[in-house]
């Protein structure tokens, strides 16, 4: 039976030099008559920054974590997957394109692990996946539009897209995606986001978690039991 690559391909390719400097300075600015570049040259206590840090961004002033971008490189993730990731806000994302990138031979896809755990399933699934392949490219070969031909691709079609953000957006995605109530391909996604940003900058790990794990308690309708509902 035919082996398929289910995880997501991520890669952080750009944040700023000196992140931490960067929302200290910020979150300085705020509090103090000097001036910022002199905020930012001064600032080489990170004990010192990350505490101001945690009390500003615990207090809820997000404005000072806006400063930060940080853009990601993702591939071998279901349109399913994308089509959720672009319905966040504050978010920009170039992705590839059905329109002007021709599928030749089998599309690549991805197979759900509640499937994949299933044999005769699984085998299903891959030979379906297949005779879509042989529409398309029959469609493509009888001259239709690649943009017209695409309409039978599924939602399991593998896809990359570029994708950034700032770092407050960043974190809400992380609170609600690491959820488990999130779909399984789009939590795997955003915690290899977090991680590779972690390798860098360990010290954002208490921020990118779950909600739960920002409230001390769980809100979603129906909870995994990792943390005590919120009774209304």
Not at 63 to 77: G, L, P, R
Not at 84 to 103: A, C, G, I, N, P
């Amino acid at each position: 039976m035919e082996e398929h690559n289910n995880k997501p391909v991520v890669h952080l390719i750009s944040k700023p030099e000196n992140m931490l400097k960067t929302i200290y300075t910020a979150a300085r600015t705020c509090y103090s008559a000097d001036m910022p570049i002199n905020i930012y040259n001064a600032s080489d206590d990170e004990e010192k920054m990350l505490k101001l840090i945690e009390r500003v961004v615990g207090s809820g002033h997000y404005s000072v974590i806006e400063h930060i971008q940080v853009t990601f490189a993702i591939s071998n993730v279901s349109r399913a997957c994308t089509h959720q990731l672009v319905r966040h806000r504050h978010m920009s994302f170039s992705q590839k394109s059905q329109r002007y990138v021709k599928e030749k031979g089998q599309f690549d896809y991805l197979i759900p692990p509640t499937i994949e755990k299933n044999e005769e399933l699984k085998q299903k699934f891959i030979d379906f996946m297949g005779e879509i392949s042989q529409k398309y490219t029959e469609f493509v070969e009888a001259g239709i539009p690649a943009e017209d031909a695409r309409a039978v691709l599924p939602n399991a079609c593998a896809t990359s897209i570029v994708t950034s953000m700032n770092l407050r957006e960043l974190i809400h995605v992380a609170n609600l995606r690491l959820c488990t109530r999130a779909q399984y391909e789009i939590r795997m996604m955003v915690k290899a986001m977090c991680d590779e940003l972690i390798k860098v900058e360990p010290w954002l790990k208490p921020y990118l978690v779950p909600k739960c794990e920002r409230l001390g308690y769980c809100d979603e309708d129906k909870s995994c039991g990792r943390k005590q509902k919120l009774e209304l």
